[in-house]
């Protein structure tokens, strides 16, 4: 009888072993050839749900951007809107981070690999949805002001992405007060150009 994994349709074998392989090893030091064998499908199966690398690159992040934009929706869902939400965003990240296996971020990642074709647009799409999530949340009254603050906060998010690679949750946990209260309180101007 075959394995629960073979079960599964090939192109979502094929994309759970590519995230994984890419996650954990980098995207342009795996080959088709090693999701091929790790996935136990034929080559003529990968390049019929892919045409290319960059395909199965980029569908890889379409996918965990959508995890994303799922987990930002539950966080709206369960917290009253607010610098509450901003919160659980940097609960979750931390939670990540603790986790065994965690490379940082798997976006972070793609973009220092600077990957050609439509994976910068993925990217700023997944960027433009948090800051979208931040922005909502930020209480402030003035649009431009919200915008501004978030995109400070934003900053603050990826630069607890990247040392968390040596510090683990702390990152998120050490940065988190001050998001917080950028996000309640008027406690400095942020200029908006």
């Given at each position: 009888m075959p394995s629960a994994s073979l079960r599964r349709p090939a192109r979502d074998r094929i994309l759970d072993t590519a995230e994984q392989l890419f996650y954990t090893h980098g995207i342009r030091a795996v080959g088709v050839d090693r999701v091929i064998a790790e996935a136990k499908v034929a080559k003529a199966t990968l390049y019929t749900h892919f045409r290319s690398k960059d395909e199965l690159v980029a569908e890889c992040l379409r996918r965990d951007a959508a995890r994303v934009r799922a987990g930002l929706a539950e966080a709206a869902r369960a917290t009253p809107p607010g610098p509450a939400r901003i919160g659980v965003l940097f609960d979750s990240a931390a939670a990540s981070a603790a986790e065994p296996g965690y490379q940082g971020c798997g976006f972070i990642n793609a973009?220092?690999?600077?990957?050609?074709?439509?994976v910068g647009d993925i990217i700023a799409m997944h960027r433009a949805d948090l800051l979208a999530f931040l922005t909502e949340n930020v209480d402030r009254e003035a649009e431009d002001e919200r915008a501004a603050v978030a995109r400070v906060i934003l900053s603050l998010l990826d630069g607890a992405k990247?040392?968390?690679?040596?510090?683990?949750?702390?990152?998120?946990?050490?940065?988190?007060?001050?998001?917080?209260?950028?996000?309640?309180?008027?406690?400095?101007?942020?200029?908006?150009?």
């Open positions: 973009a220092a690999e600077h990957l050609p074709g439509p990247v040392a968390s690679m040596s510090t683990g949750p702390a990152a998120f946990t050490d940065v988190r007060p001050t998001a917080l209260a950028l996000a309640t309180y008027p406690l400095l101007t942020i200029r908006s150009e």
